[in-house]
């Protein structure tokens, strides 16, 4: 009221210059009194009101900027978890941007509330929490980026603590911001309530004096009735000034508020239509109409322009009517103008809101206290598939399903006025379908403070549901990988003194439980066997100068069995460089050492096979002079059996040693195999017969051939020596004593559920045994039995090839070997021939006999001269007319002078210049119908399409004895030429 009357002395003392009568000078002064009281009041308010909405925007940026805070850590968080689990590099770009965007907000935070100490105290403790959460999960990303692992250990409970302090700091932050918006809202209710009252009351008296004084002015000149309508126009709203425009001079009068709007000193006169400078370019043409059709027509105008001062923007709101004289002739127009500035701030920061909650991606819905939707954005239209009009004061119920109604009734029961609640839920779409949704909740207040509403913020978490599933049966497919591999995963402290993670393969592998090795982390080392343990010792020093641990040894599992160990450990920093602990794998590389015991092996074979290739051709040319000089011997000794006996022995020595050739290159696979359906009793039989020669009759010999055997592929040859082999294998068993060697042959059928034979798939087979009564063998021989050069014989008494070639020439036949040994008691040998569906050849007795020529005329061609002497002598023996020569170019050149003159030509493969391979094809250049028999120590070498091309009859094998060389001889002789040449 005091100010009131001070404005009221004012004006009282204006009107008595303006000689307004005494008996309405009060009334006049009292309502500009009023009106000024009511501008002065409407100025506070709105200060009142802006101080209100920037300390409210102040608040809300200190909230947001808090959730944002979170949503970051949180997503630092899961980036870890999903790079941890996945080892996806696309994880890590996500969690690189997350430290900067922290620190980002805690700036931002600390500026927002620099005023607050208590506030700086929780902003304090909350960046300390959150520094120490980002240090762990990079050193956790470091873990799995360096070991390609998760880290072994669960979060703790100090990680649980600390994201309950953060988020316990940050509620206590978002509430005082709460409280204090409270109190501001409360205050500007309270200033604004008696505002409005004052403002009403004196609406009402100065409307009441007006009326008095407007009949009191009503005579006075044209001049005060201008002036008082400018009064009554800025009496009428706050914060306006005002204005007149005479016409048709278009001169302008501006009041003093008008002046302070534009910035020009009171009492500006402009200069005639200058005041459209003073209005932004976008606004000049509509001021400008406006005034034109007002001046033109009397159309009252109000509207809002922009100005441009001094590069300053400010809005304003101009209201112009016409002012006509008593005639009604337009006379000048008037009007107020109105910095709205402020509100229009007020207004874009109202449009900016309603535009993010238009385009959020999330779901934005506000429902009354009875539960009915009271707003609806886009989003939710797209999220649940109902439109504004359809959900808009329906049932907030449509959306959640029935079994969780009461559920979220008492969510909103127990719901805090003051608190913003999260929690995650399920709703429902229009078309029935259930998915889940992350929901904030915050009240909607009345001015008074009052819950009146809801408003409820959805965001659809079906995809983050997914990839917590997805995370999930990753992180089990890890477990159960690291829990099922072969290999052991184990962990250790940097001294090594307790294990922190041992992986179930612990217990296949050393055969103790991993509990065991918890409680005593030495029980490993114990297991090593005592010649390894120094070297493993040694390893363990160097690895904390090198860092370095890779060592092999062996260990003695508590069932005495032996397994080697590779084992290899690496350690794991701290921030500073200092091992933490000492992560290790260890493998079982028992199968490796015996596949590389096998691939030596293997090696070897292959060195014994290109030994016997290279040694075949020398040494079967040594046995074929040896052989053929003993034949040609017999041929002459007719009336001395002591001597013949003897030359007997040294072919029997020679069919041994060619023998011994022909299984070392059986062994090494480089002898042909020619297998064709027999019986094997035949077989067998003449075998035996072969046996029974050469062991002592104080052995007994038995056999037993079934005649329901069933036929299998073979070669007749190789079966043969198995037999010799097996047989003088069981008589060397007897150690020269009398005992028994039994053959025998039988059907044999294999089920799926037999278990006895080894390696053998089910079906009909033929198993030869050759038992004897001998020392038998142990486990250790048995072991080694099969390989090449292993004898237990004295040196000088076996090869040690025996066995093994019977092993080679049982794989080659299909078939597998069973055994059965005890010691002193004997070993039986099992054969089994897969049965063959067809019908057997017939295998011939063989029939030593002398086939003799006619005095055909043979060529012979050799480079040994002394081979080439006994081939000569042995085939005039035989009957034949003989010409000779060491060079196969000087044969090519006997044929070319006279090509009809030899029946037959007989020559050696490998020979210097031209093997005998080659000289046969140009010798049927030349006479393509002239037999050739090629002789050789190694027939595999030489390729049956090349050895047909070439015209070559009959291959011999080295060495021949004069009856095999006989018959070959007379039986290509004898033998039809080939219908026609082939090329070479």
Known sequence: MNLFHRF???????????????????????????????????????????????????????????????????????AQRAYELTGHESYLAAYALTPDRIATDIKALRVLIEDNAAQQRRLDAMQSLIATRVARLSEEIEFRRTHGVRRPETVGTN????????????????????????????????????????????????????????????????????????????GQLARMGGWSMSLPEFRETWSEQVCSIFQVPPGFVPAPNASRAFYAPESREAVAEAFR????????????????????ETWVRLIGSARRNSKGTIKGIQGALQDITERKGLDDDVRRLAAIVKDSA?????????????????????????????????PSARITPHDHEQKNAESIAGFHPDHVRHFDTESVRKNGERFPVAVTMSPIKNPKGEIVGLSKIFRDVTERSRSLA??????????????NIDEVFWVTDAAHVQTLYLSPAYEKIWGQTCQSAYDSPGRWFEAIRPEDRARVERAAEAMQTTWDYDVEYRIVRPDGTQRWIRDRAFPVRDPDGKIKRWVGVAGDLTEYRTMQEHLRQAQKMEAVGTLAGGIAHDFNNILSVIVGFTGLAQLRVTNDPALKEYLTGVLQAADRATGLVRQILTFSRQQKVERSPIALQSVLAEAMKLLRAT????????????????????????????LMNLGTNAWHALQGDAGRIELRLERWVVTAESASEPKLAPGVYARVSVADTGCGMDETTQRRMFEPFFTTKPVGEGTGLGLAVVHGIMDSHDGAIGL?????EGTTFHLYFPEYIGEAAIVAPIVPRLMMGHGEKILV?????????????????????????????????????????????????????????????????????????????????????????????????????LETLGTALAEVLAAPPPDSPAKV
């Not at 049966?473 to 690291?482: D, K």
């Not at 056999?703 to 299998?712: K, Y």
């Open 820 to 824: 059965e040994s005890r010691i002193g």
């Open 293 to 312: 059709r007002c001046a033109r027509e009397g159309t009252p105008f109000d509207l809002e322009a922009r100005l441009l001062i001094k590069d300053c």
């Open 695 to 722: 062991i002592p009759s104080s052995v007994e010999f038995t056999s037993s051939l079934e005649d329901d055997a069933p036929v299998v592929l073979a070669d007749s040859g190789q079966i043969h020596q198995i």
């Open 470 to 483: 997805a995370l999930h049966e990753s992180e089990t497919r890890f477990r159960e990988l690291a829990e």
């Open 861 to 961: 061609v050799d480079d040994e001269d002394l081979l080439l002497q006994v081939l000569v002598t042995a085939v005039t023996a035989l009957g034949y007319a003989v010409e000779s020569t060491p060079s196969p170019a000087a044969a090519l050149a006997k044929i070319r002078e006279d090509p009809p003159q030899f029946a037959l030509v007989l020559t050696d493969q490998t020979m210097p210049g031209m093997s005998g391979l080659l000289l046969a094809g140009e010798i049927r250049k030349i006479r393509a119908d002239l037999p050739v028999i090629l002789m050789t120590g190694y027939s595999l070498a030489l390729p049956p399409e090349r050895v047909e091309a070439a015209g070559i009859r009959r291959l011999l094998l080295k060495p021949a004895t």
């Open 362 to 394: 999330d779901a934005i819905v506000s429902v009354s206290l009875d539960g009915m939707v009271t707003s609806w954005n886009p989003s939710a239209e797209l999220m649940f598939g109902y439109a504004a009009s359809e959900i808009i004061g329906q």
């Open 159 to 234: 990680s649980v603590l600390a994201r309950d302090w953060l988020r316990e700091l940050s509620e206590e932050m978002e509430t005082e911001e709460s409280t204090l918006l409270s109190a501001r809202a409360a205050s500007a209710k309270k200033s604004a309530t008696q505002t409005m009252i004052v403002i009403g009351s004196s609406s009402i008296a100065a409307l009441v004096l007006v009326s008095l004084s407007l009949l009191a002015v009503w005579r006075d000149a044209a001049r005060r009735r201008d002036h008082e309508l400018q009064l009554t126009l800025a």
């Open 8 to 78: 009221r002395s004012v004006f009282d003392f204006l009107a008595r210059k303006v000689s307004i009568e005494r008996k309405w000078r009060l009334g006049f002064s009292s309502v500009l009194a009023g009106l000024a009281l009511i501008a002065a009041l409407s100025a506070r308010s709105v200060l009142t009101m802006q101080r209100t909405a920037e300390s409210t925007r102040h608040s809300e940026e200190v909230i947001s900027t808090l959730r944002l805070l979170r949503s970051h850590v949180t997503d630092a968080e899961s």
